[in-house]
């Protein structure tokens, strides 16, 4: 008995679908891996020091706030409990630093920042920048200058107000955005309200960063890149 073998369809005399390999997952390089651990290691040293930050703080500062291309840091000036913050020493150490991060942390419990691309001193507002920004660690957020309804950073010179300038202050971002006053160690002469810098929050603003409006400070330092 012969038996009759089954008919063969289309879809049997066609070939399997190639389907391709997934890539080949790239490896970062041995001086790639090297300069990225060299960066965070040595920059960490110096941020986390005296518990100036957190480790999970230095983290979005280095993924969020500081630029690749930067892979050192330097303590410039900091609140101390001696002679606490003081406008002038704070302009004699930080004015001519080219790129500067500050920390801080008000009364209120809150810690934020900021990063800066030109100097602290005398004609800064005339220092074009569209790279500064603000921070919240509290919040983990970044905030930086406002664009323009032309999509242009600088379509109202939001540029040239970046940065301000006053002997009697420290650290002035925006127009009011973060004003650091003279001995904000034992009176409120700080302040914060967004106006310069972006906010999108539901919280009002003039809380955001430091708590309140007005504000004391309990640390303050700033490291130069």
């Not at 300069?35 to 110096?46: A, C, I, P, V, Y």
């Not at 202050?169 to 925006?174: A, D, S």
Request: proline share 5%; hydrophobic share 30%.
């Amino acid at each position: 008995m012969v038996t009759e073998e089954p008919p063969v369809t289309e879809d049997q005399n066609e070939e399997p679908e190639h389907v391709p390999a997934d890539p080949p997952t790239e490896k970062p390089t041995p001086n790639a891996t090297r300069q990225n651990l060299s960066r965070t290691s040595g920059m960490k040293k110096r941020l986390l020091k005296d518990n100036m930050l957190s480790e999970s703080e230095f983290d979005f500062i280095l993924d969020k706030v500081i630029p690749e291309e930067i892979n050192s840091c330097k303590l410039a000036y900091r609140l101390s409990g001696k002679s606490g913050f003081q406008a002038g020493k704070f302009h004699s150490k930080c004015d001519d630093l080219k790129i500067s991060l500050f920390v801080c942390e008000s009364d209120k419990g809150k810690r934020f920042g900021g990063i800066n691309f030109v100097s602290w001193g005398p004609g800064c507002d005339k220092q074009e920048t569209d790279r500064n920004m603000l921070f919240s660690l509290t919040h983990e957020t970044v905030h930086p200058l406002r664009v323009h309804e032309s999509g242009d950073r600088k379509g109202t010179n939001l540029w040239a107000r970046a940065v301000l300038y006053s002997k009697s202050k420290g650290p002035m971002m925006g127009e009011s955005d973060l004003v650091i006053g003279d001995k904000c160690h034992e009176k409120a002469t700080c302040e914060s309200e967004f106006d310069t810098y972006e906010y999108t929050g539901e919280e009002e603003s003039e809380k955001y960063l430091a708590g309140a409006e007005e504000f004391k400070l309990k640390k303050f330092f700033i490291f130069k890149l």
